[in-house]
């Protein structure tokens, strides 16, 4: 992903965090952090679902502060992999529009044993889910119009159509 004009990438030792809006490679992930070191691979894959709060979503669309969303997701990458004893960590979340049933984050992490790896890639995702400068358009279908979110569970939107970020899109 970091040959890919349409990404950002920042990297430290077997850390690395990236933004993107290509297509999330899953194979790519897992692979950024295998390691002879490591008895134990876990993946996240975070993908756009059909329906939120029982209304229909045709897509979400994500946004970003890149620079700082980065040097968040960095830190979060790093403090999780020291915390839980990982020999390595990779963050990968995709902007723009991603429609369903395709990924808009990957975490894979890898360490020496599996629940240390387990534990430390859902850590990672709820920190991410909490902290990082991510927003997301949920677009809904029909009339429904869509809202603005920050990207984190059971964050209260703002409705498109209240005019407020309707033009936001970046």
Known sequence: MSGD???QELREGDVSVS???????V????SRV??????AVVLFAGTTRDNFDGK??????YSAYAPLAL?????????????HGLTAITLIHRLGVVPIGEESILIAVSAPHRHAAWKGGEEALE?????????????FGG????VWRANRDGARGVPVDAGTFGDFRG
């Open 5 to 7: 004009t349409d990404s």
């Open 19 to 25: 933004l993107t809006t290509s297509f999330l490679d």
């Open 27 to 30: 194979a790519s992930a897992v």
């Open 34 to 39: 295998k390691s002879p070191k490591a008895g």
């Open 56 to 61: 229909a979503v045709a897509h979400l669309e």
């Open 71 to 83: 040097k968040t997701m960095l830190h979060i990458a790093q403090s999780v992999k020291q915390k």
């Open 127 to 139: 920190l991410c889910k909490e902290k990082v400068e991510i927003w997301k358009l949920e677009e």
């Open 143 to 146: 009339d429904a119009g869509g």
